[in-house]
């Protein structure tokens, strides 16, 4: 079972970029993104199953998104700000939950960089 991230870089801010996970090794039912900053802990974006969730942060930003025939989520993020600065890491539970803790996520993606500058 892999989860491979990809799609971040250097931005300035105000704009977009789009992430994307492709799961392989089996399906899951709950994806979600996390993302941690330098000296901080890592903490939740957003999750997609039935519906989506947001952090407060995001909300209205960013949007989660999956294709399951392609075994891929995305998360387009868009007004870009410097405190979105981290390391973006995708995650997959093979239930449906709604869960925004880190550790109740099993599978992880190896993480992306997204840098942006003010």
């Known amino acids: 079972v892999q989860l491979q991230a990809s799609g971040g870089g250097l931005v300035q801010t105000g704009g977009s970029l789009r992430l994307s996970c492709v799961a392989s090794?089996?399906?899951?039912?709950?994806y979600g993104w996390f993302r941690q900053a330098p000296g901080k802990e890592r903490e939740f974006v957003a999750l997609?199953?039935?519906?989506?969730y947001y952090a407060g942060s995001v909300n209205g930003r960013f949007t989660i998104s999956r294709d399951n025939a392609k075994n891929s989520v995305y998360l387009q993020m868009n007004s870009l700000k410097p405190e979105d600065t981290a390391v973006y890491y995708c995650a997959a539970r093979t239930d449906w939950g709604t869960s925004q803790k880190d550790y109740e996520y099993p599978y992880w993606g190896q993480g992306t960089q997204v840098t942006v500058s003010s």
């Open positions: 090794g089996r399906t899951f039912g709950t």
């Open positions: 997609i199953n039935w519906g989506t």
